[in-house]
């Protein structure tokens, strides 16, 4: 790699960033870590819902959904040997025959392994613990909204009610982790500062450390849930947890807890979760994301009672962004050393 250029795609829009000089210090930024670089930027990028469809079991269904590649995008892509990307086209290595790494943009990464990265052998890295502190502050907002009665004591205000709307306190309550990457890890120390007890699951279940009390492996997700004042999946997509979440999951919860979903969509039966609220079985449910998104409007969560609603926005993108290319021009340097990349993908398992 000595001498010769290495030719980095910026495929994201610019304005994502924010500030333009903010955006163009960081270009400026990672040009600075090695002569050899080549730093182009030439945004692709799909829409959401494409996007999430993409994530989902049968990516290649939605090939037709695809927007042509503009023509700017097209030639950085043809020289590239590093992308820093939210989306990828179709079949990427026929217009990246030289592209040998990916970042994701997100720490998601479902869609950018839909364009046939390990076929192509190309290594992925995702974005994983960018998000993760915004995305857990949302997560403890919730749960106080709900254990606060937040919603009912704004529509007494507005109704000129003085009504003493008395909530509970979340200290000596239990919270239960589907998943404990970045975000339930950030999750996880902020529900301990409030004094709750938490459990999280495990691929491969280890001795407890705190402030986890104990892992439960992914046989015992009933017995976890049993315990769980509180439930909150941050999990990433693979065919292990698609429909995780389903009829018989929440009615392992105990009567009067409360679901919160910050991974993916597909992790949880959404009929079942209207029909654990209608009952009343569950006391609330907060969603960032859903199966479809954006959510239709005639969808029928959308008038669920006790649901808490918001479009995939539980994310500081200010933070996001600054995060992620601290990130990036961490990786590029080992890329350029020839070190392992941090949170670099196993494509076999899909994370």
């Known amino acids: 790699m000595e001498g010769t250029p290495v030719v980095v795609g910026i495929l994201y829009p610019a304005e994502w960033y924010g500030p333009a000089e903010g955006f163009a210090a960081e270009l400026e930024a990672l040009r600075?870590?090695?002569?050899?670089?080549?730093?182009e930027v030439a945004p692709y990028d799909e829409p959401h819902e494409l996007r999430t469809a993409r994530g989902g079991p049968d990516p290649d269904a939605h090939r037709h959904r695809a927007p042509e590649v503009p023509d700017a995008a097209r030639e950085v892509l043809a020289r590239a040997e590093v992308v820093l990307a939210i989306d990828l086209p179709y079949d990427v290595a026929t217009l990246a025959p030289n592209l040998r790494w990916?970042?994701?943009?997100?720490?998601?990464?479902?869609q950018l392994q839909s364009a046939g990265l390990a076929e192509a052998g190309v290594t992925l890295t995702s974005n994983g613990g960018s998000n993760s502190i915004g995305i857990a502050e949302f997560v403890m907002g919730r749960l106080l909204q709900v254990a606060k009665r937040f919603r009912e004591l704004d529509v007494a205000q507005s109704e000129h009610r003085w009504d003493s709307l008395f909530g509970e306190q979340l200290a000596g309550r239990t919270l239960g982790l589907i998943g404990y990457g970045a975000i339930n890890q950030a999750v996880?120390?902020?529900?301990?500062?409030?004094?709750?007890?938490?459990?999280?699951?495990?691929?491969?279940?280890s001795d407890p450390e705190p402030p986890i009390e104990r892992f439960y492996g992914p046989d015992d997700l009933h017995a976890m849930l049993g315990r769980c004042d509180?439930?909150?999946?941050?999990?990433?997509?693979?065919?292990?947890?698609?429909?995780?979440?389903?009829?018989?999951?929440?009615?392992?919860?105990?009567?009067?807890?409360?679901?919160?979903?910050v991974g993916r969509g597909t992790l949880l039966d959404e009929p079942a979760?209207?029909?654990?609220?209608?009952?009343?079985?569950?006391?609330?449910?907060?969603?960032?994301?859903?199966?479809?998104?954006?959510?239709?409007?005639?969808?029928?969560?959308w008038d669920v009672p006790n649901l808490y609603l918001s479009g995939h926005c539980s994310s500081s993108p200010g933070a996001l962004?600054?995060?992620?290319?601290?990130?990036?021009?961490a990786n590029l340097a080992r890329y350029l050393a020839g070190e392992p990349l941090l949170n670099q993908v196993d494509l076999g398992r899909g994370y």
């Open 32 to 39: 600075a870590l090695d002569p050899r670089l080549v730093v």
């Open 102 to 110: 990916v970042q994701a943009v997100g720490a998601g990464t479902a």
């Open 188 to 205: 996880a120390t902020r529900a301990a500062a409030f004094g709750m007890t938490v459990l999280a699951t495990r691929r491969r279940p």
């Open 230 to 261: 509180a439930v909150v999946a941050a999990a990433p997509e693979t065919p292990d947890t698609i429909g995780l979440v389903g009829a018989a999951e929440l009615a392992a919860m105990p009567p009067g807890s409360v679901f919160v979903n």
């Open 273 to 301: 979760l209207i029909d654990a609220l209608q009952r009343g079985h569950l006391a609330a449910a907060a969603l960032d994301v859903a199966s479809v998104e954006p959510l239709p409007a005639g969808n029928p969560l």
């Open 321 to 329: 962004f600054r995060n992620l290319h601290e990130l990036f021009r």
